[in-house]
T-cell receptor
Framework: QKEVEQDPGPLSVPEGAIVSLNCTYS??????FMWYRQYSRKGPELLMY????GNKEDGRFTAQVDKSSKYISLFIRDSQPSDSATYLC??????????FGQGTRLTINP | NAGVMQNPRHLVRRRGQEARLRCSPV?????VYWYRQLPEEGLKFMVY????????ESGMPKERFSAEFPKEGPSILRIQQVVRGDSAAYFC??????????????FGPGTRLTVL
C-alpha cells in the first residue's frame, strides 16, 4: 500500500465547473499538507500549504484536511483553461522529505 | 528575487557515463532536497541536505548516486555509470529551514536526464 494515494485521472471538466481533487494517506504522523500544480515539463509550484486539520482558502482555491479520515481535498471554483495541469498532493511530518501522491491530470475545456 | 535554479535543464548521456546535476537554492535557503520523477509518476524523495551535511539519504539508491551541498556553491547530484533506468526528471527544492521561517519547499524547473 502506498503511503499517499491519489487518483491519477485524467479528469476533464468544462470551464466554470467546480473541481474536486483528493488524496488519502496511511501515515498518521503527517502534519503538513500541500498541493502543488505542475504544468507540462515544468517544476511543481506550491498552491496551498496547510498545517493539521481544517480549511484554508486562497482565491478560487480551497484546501481541506481531515486527519481523522486521513483525507485531504483541493477545490477549484470557477475553473479556467489556465488551471489545466497536473495537481500533486504532498505531505510531511515537518522539516523533512515530502511524500507525494501520483498526481491528477486535470483539463479544463473552454 | 531568483527562485531555485537548476542546470543543465536537459542532459543527455550514454550508458556508463557520469551525470552531474546542479542546484542553486533560493538566496538565504540552507536546506536542499532532491526528488526524482519518472514518466507518469509522482515525485520520489532522494536526499535531504543542509550546508556540508547529509540529513536524510533514505531515498538514494545505494550505488552510483551521491549528493553534496558544499559551504560555497550549488548542491550537486552525481550519478556515476548511468543506465537507461536513470532517465527521469530530477527536481531540486529548497527551504529556509524550520528555525528560519518554515519548511515550505520551493521547487526548481528540473533537469531532464536522458540516457541513450
Amino acid at each position: 500500500q502506498k503511503e499517499v494515494e491519489q487518483d491519477p485521472g485524467p479528469l476533464s471538466v468544462p470551464e466554470g465547473a467546480i473541481v474536486s481533487l483528493n488524496c488519502t494517506y496511511s501515515n498518521s504522523a503527517f502534519q503538513y499538507f500541500m498541493w502543488y500544480r505542475q504544468y507540462s515539463r515544468k517544476g511543481p509550484e506550491l498552491l496551498m500549504y496547510t498545517y493539521s486539520s481544517g480549511n484554508k482558502e486562497d482565491g478560487r482555491f480551497t484546501a481541506q484536511v481531515d486527519k481523522s479520515s486521513k483525507y485531504i481535498s483541493l477545490f477549484i471554483r470557477d475553473s479556467q483553461p489556465s488551471d489545466s495541469a497536473t495537481y500533486l498532493c504532498a505531505m510531511s511530518k515537518g522539516a523533512q522529505k515530502l511524500v507525494f501522491g501520483q498526481g491528477t491530470r486535470l483539463t479544463i475545456n473552454p | 528575487n531568483a527562485g531555485v535554479m537548476q542546470n543543465p535543464r536537459h542532459l543527455v548521456r550514454r550508458r556508463g557515463q557520469e551525470a552531474r546535476l546542479r542546484c542553486s537554492p533560493v538566496k538565504g535557503h540552507s536546506h536542499v532536497y532532491w526528488y526524482r520523477q519518472l514518466p507518469e509518476e509522482g515525485l520520489k524523495f532522494m536526499v535531504y541536505l543542509q550546508k556540508e551535511n547529509i540529513i536524510d539519504e533514505s531515498g538514494m539508491p545505494k550505488e552510483r548516486f551521491s549528493a553534496e551541498f558544499p559551504k560555497e556553491g550549488p548542491s550537486i547530484l552525481r550519478i556515476q555509470q548511468v543506465v537507461r533506468g536513470d532517465s527521469a526528471a530530477y527536481f531540486c527544492a529548497s527551504s529556509p529551514g524550520p528555525t528560519a521561517g518554515g519548511d515550505t519547499q520551493y521547487f526548481g524547473p528540473g533537469t531532464r536526464l536522458t540516457v541513450l
